[in-house]
């Protein structure tokens, strides 16, 4: 149980602690997951087979299972110098409101121009492709952050970048695409008339709103079709995991100066990055048998891969061009409901996650689009932040947590991780401010769809 003890509201690290090295939790993973599949071969995809769509060193971390710790190269720790260390915050106000005897916690990583934690895996993957040499980089964004992130990085080190933006997310929020091209990047509403993929999506779903999926097929097709140019993935795959480690890493940092470490570790969940960098360090720890953590993912009950999915090797796209992943799925082919505000609309989840999940070491809860405007204004009230809907998930399962805690008189210590901002994000809240906003929660005939396009692949 925690001890109460005299926290500062926010803790900094200096630059000088800043990790050094990224955390690769699949060192301690036993084999890590099942391998990705070449669906031609139907054998697990070598580092050739994806030579031509990654970036090389990216391809190297995403097939190392074996090594701890990976070393972030000096470039990538001075452009991280920008924008982290991230503060650790500890939720007095919220706590206050909530009248719970827990701690919460949330490290703050919304504190740069892109709005969220996705410029931690952005300025790596754009440093890997400057130094490989590539002129160019594709890749798709849904509610735009990740688009915004790697915009960023692409300018810093002088890259092109083409962005395939879900069309629904770019006439919502006109001003997040204006960001990306203020940062030189070109961003095409997908599904596009610019790729064979799009054309066969749009062919098939006229006027559909587009999905991640089919914008992850637009970007990779784009890649391997232009001379010295790679794509870029914002999630769901090992090395965007890893490099979202350094939140972890900073997390426990910050708490062992104080010598304590939470009970309970929250993170929203859309392709699994975030969540799987904050409980990286921890989750190391936990199947070592060094601690008793609870790790909570939260997902939205419209697009429940986790709580709802199959565990099967699915397609990475919808186009199903991509490698096979074993992952938990709601089919390639599932469309989100458009009433759905916010992002964490994929239809698949981190293979590392995936794993961690059916093994038992992780939870996962889901959350109507309502209630999680409900925290999220609850928490900009007391806290001042006004949260990104993705992050808002963490933030109602962290109040959900703590007003347990009020019920048990449990001092229990909840971190949950705080991913961004929602200034671009204004026109649900919009919504949700009009009374206008619906949920919507599929049904098992809805998710039979999208699971009839899971292919039947059943190797590992
Ligand atoms: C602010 C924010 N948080 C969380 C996510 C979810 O992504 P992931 O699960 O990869 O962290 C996104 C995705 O776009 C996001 O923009």
Redesign the pocket.
């Known amino acids: 149980m925690a001890q109460a003890i005299e926290i500062p509201y926010k803790t900094y690290l200096t630059e000088e602690e800043m990790p050094r090295y990224w955390y690769n939790v699949k060192a301690h993973m036993k084999g890590g997951h099942a391998p990705f599949i070449n669906p031609q071969t139907l054998k697990p995809c070598t580092k050739e087979d994806l030579r031509n769509v990654f970036c090389d060193e990216c391809i190297e971390q995403e097939l190392n299972d074996t090594e701890e710790l990976i070393e972030i190269p000096e470039e990538i720790r001075s452009f991280y110098r920008m924008f982290r260390p991230s503060p650790l915050v500890r939720a007095y106000f919220l706590e206050k409101e909530l009248g719970t005897p827990a701690e919460i916690y949330y490290k703050f990583?919304?504190n740069n121009t892109s709005?969220?934690?996705?410029l931690n895996s952005a300025a790596a993957q754009a440093y890997y492709a400057k130094k490989q040499g590539l002129k160019s980089i594709t890749t798709e964004?849904?509610?735009?952050?990740?688009g915004t992130a790697l915009s960023m990085a692409a300018a810093f080190y002088g890259l092109e970048l083409k962005v395939f933006m879900v069309k629904t997310s770019s006439e919502q929020k006109p001003h997040r695409r204006e960001v990306m091209r203020t940062y030189g990047a070109t961003v095409t509403p997908s599904p596009s008339d610019t790729t064979e993929a799009g054309r066969k999506i749009l062919r098939e779903f006229p006027g559909t709103g587009g999905s991640l999926g089919c914008a992850i097929s637009e970007a990779v097709e784009t890649a391997v079709k232009t001379d010295n140019c790679r794509y870029v993935l914002?999630?769901?795959l090992d090395h965007?995991?890893l490099h979202?480690s350094v939140i972890g890493q900073e997390c426990k940092a910050a708490f062992d100066k104080y010598g304590v470490e939470p009970n309970v570790i929250i993170?929203?969940?859309?392709?699994?990055?975030?969540?799987?960098?904050l409980i990286a360090p921890y989750m190391g720890e936990r199947l070592q048998g060094k601690n008793g953590i609870e790790f909570i993912g939260v997902e939205p009950a419209s697009c429940p891969s986790l709580t709802r999915g199959k565990f099967a090797y699915d397609y990475c796209d919808s186009a199903q061009i991509t490698p096979l992943a074993k992952m938990y799925t709601l089919g390639c082919g599932f469309m989100p409901s458009p009433n759905h505000a916010?992002?964490?609309r994929?239809h698949g989840?981190?293979p590392v996650i995936s794993r961690l999940y059916h093994d038992g070491f992780i939870k996962a809860v889901s959350a109507e689009q309502s209630k999680v405007f409900d925290a999220a204004v609850r928490f900009a009230k007391c806290e001042g932040i006004l949260?990104?809907?993705?992050?808002s998930?963490?933030i109602k399962a962290a109040i959900d947590e703590a007003e347990k805690c009020k019920k048990t008189g449990e001092k229990k210590r909840i971190l949950f991780?705080l991913?961004?901002?929602?200034y671009f994000d204004m026109s649900a809240y919009k919504q949700y401010n009009d009374g206008t906003m619906t949920d919507y929660v599929p049904t098992d005939e809805d998710l039979k769809k999208g699971f009839a396009s899971i292919p039947n692949v059943n190797i590992y």
């Open positions: 990583e919304g709005g969220s934690h996705k964004t849904g509610a735009g952050q990740w914002g999630s769901v965007v995991l979202q993170g929203c969940c859309g392709g699994g990055s975030n969540f799987g960098g916010g992002g964490l994929y989840m981190s949260p990104a809907p993705e992050s998930h963490a991780g991913t961004g901002t929602g």
